[in-house]
């Protein structure tokens, strides 16, 4: 694979539930170490997308091809159920907005960062211990908290804990769902820095669904902006929140819609 080949190809999706339209007919290529941003008021499509595309809810209609590591590209949904979830454990990661989603509750920080290391075939307890401790003082964690539980962490703690989790096994695509919501805004600046510049220097690709404008401009290299099911405008980021073309895009960057 060279730099110039998508990573992930999304063809033409589309998911129903039952006689309602969770999205329609979506299509985009994310090339390796590229960020692409989802945003649009609530309903209107990006969490069942970002669902379909990270290999939690098959679509009714479309194909989703992924650049494996081995065979090239291959439709998820082609898979095997194992090879999907051991996909979805070692190259793959899932910032869920709730992080206790995302985080094993009833083991310590460093077990969750090192069960991650276990899922790609690490056994010595050592270098799992050595690669969590470094994976938590990069994200800013007090690392003498490496064997407490996450219950016992802050909102913004669990996220930086779910963050060095996903990444400590250096995935080629990170799925981030609202990941700085119900934080303090300083808490929410200090963790989107974090985050692009973790996934920046690993050379991640990135899909963030957010209804935050400030998240994607800080984060996304490209920005979809979705209405009713279906992505009413595609672009670079600065260009579509800058000069938006779209009238319902220019009632987002105005504010005036609740998104």
């Known amino acids: 694979m060279t730099a110039r080949d998508p990573l992930l190809q999304v063809c033409g999706l589309t998911h129903r539930y039952g006689r309602h339209l969770g999205c329609r007919d979506v ?4 090339h390796p170490g590229e960020i692409l941003g989802i945003v649009g008021e609530s ?38 159920e194992a ?25 310590s920080a460093g077990a969750n960062v090192g069960e991650r290391l276990m899922a790609i075939g690490d056994r ?3 270098n799992i211990r050595t690669e969590a401790v470094d994976w938590l ?5 007090d690392l003498g908290r ?3 539980l996450p219950g016992t962490f802050s909102g913004g703690m669990q996220q930086r804990l779910q963050i060095a989790r996903n990444l400590v096994t250096k995935p080629r695509l ?37 209804h935050d404008l400030g998240v994607v401009r800080l984060l996304s290299h490209r920005l979809m902006v979705m209405k009713g099911g279906e992505v009413v405008e ?21 504010s005036i819609l609740p998104v």
């Open 27 to 30: 299509s985009f290529d994310l």
């Open 174 to 210: 990170v799925f981030m769902d609202e990941p700085t919501s119900g934080l303090d805004v300083s808490v929410q600046a200090r963790l989107l820095d974090l985050t692009r510049g973790l996934v920046g220097s690993l050379g991640i690709a990135c899909v963030v669904v957010t």
């Open 234 to 254: 595609h672009g670079l980021t600065d260009q579509v929140l800058d000069d938006p073309q779209h009238p319902y895009t220019q009632l987002l960057v105005s």
């Open 146 to 148: 490496i064997d407490d």
């Open 43 to 80: 309903g209107s499509g990006k969490t069942t997308l970002l669902k379909c595309v990270s290999g939690q809810l098959q679509p009714s209609e479309g194909e989703i091809r992924y650049r494996t590591r081995d065979i090239g590209a291959v439709d998820i949904y082609a898979m095997t």
């Open 137 to 141: 003082e990069r994200v800013e964690m």
């Open 124 to 126: 010595h307890y050592g």
């Open 83 to 107: 090879r999907r979830r051991l996909l979805m454990r070692t190259d793959w990661g899932i910032v869920y907005q709730n992080a206790r989603d995302g985080l094993r509750m009833k083991v």
